[in-house]
């Protein structure tokens, strides 16, 4: 069943990825509240078929950022379209803060994945992370509410389709190479 869903998944992961390109082009063609309909349903369908192996933090966050952009959406569906990058910013924020008052971190989780051992100084490293990942949420959440509220369509769905995507990138390879410069000086014969 659940190989079934993986590809179900995988679209409805995209489609809220790519969103704010997508409303760009459908806000042509559709009300807002229509297209805020359409991606609270494609998020709870995600939870539904994908979210029960996700961390419980992230389903909690995802769950009250769906609130948060429903009750949006009745209150203004023009600035709820442009809110959706703000509440789940914040969503994943409020995730990865809560493992670091509850532990493990939330990068420990998907650390011990790949390495169910971890050693101490691995529980201490990615601790560290997930404090770095808190501030990226900040600093993008920061940077979505300035183009929900003030910038162009076009600028906020660049920014927010495009560019938040690439500094994630940015986060991850950049994490990625001083990960393995850490192991490397614990471990000198690891690579």
């Not at 429903?70 to 910013?89: E, G, K, S």
């Not at 949420?137 to 910038?151: C, D, E, H, Q």
Request: charged fraction near 15%; glycine fraction near 4%; proline fraction near 5%.
């Amino acid at each position: 069943m659940k190989s079934r869903l993986a590809p179900v998944n995988m679209v409805l992961a995209i489609v809220s990825l790519v969103y704010p390109l997508l409303a760009i082009f459908l806000l042509r063609v559709v009300q807002p509240h229509w297209l805020i309909g359409a991606l609270v349903i494609v998020l709870i369908v995600r939870l539904l078929t994908g979210g029960r192996s996700a961390p419980v933090a992230i389903i909690l966050a995802t769950l009250a950022a769906i609130t948060a952009l429903t009750v949006a959406a009745w209150i203004d569906a023009d600035l709820a379209v442009r809110l959706y990058p703000v509440f789940m910013n914040a969503a994943m924020l409020a995730a990865f803060s809560a493992t670091l008052v509850w532990p493990p971190s939330m990068i420990e989780r998907f650390a011990r994945i790949l390495e169910p051992d971890l050693p101490e100084s691995g529980v201490r490293y990615t601790r560290v992370v997930t404090f770095v990942w808190c501030g990226f949420f900040v600093f993008n959440l920061a940077v979505s509410l300035w183009t929900a509220l003030a910038a162009s369509l076009q600028t906020w769905a660049i920014y927010n389709g495009a560019i938040a995507y690439g500094l994630m990138g940015l986060l991850f390879a950049g994490e990625y190479l001083v990960r393995r410069i850490v192991r490397r000086t614990e471990v000198p014969d690891l690579d």
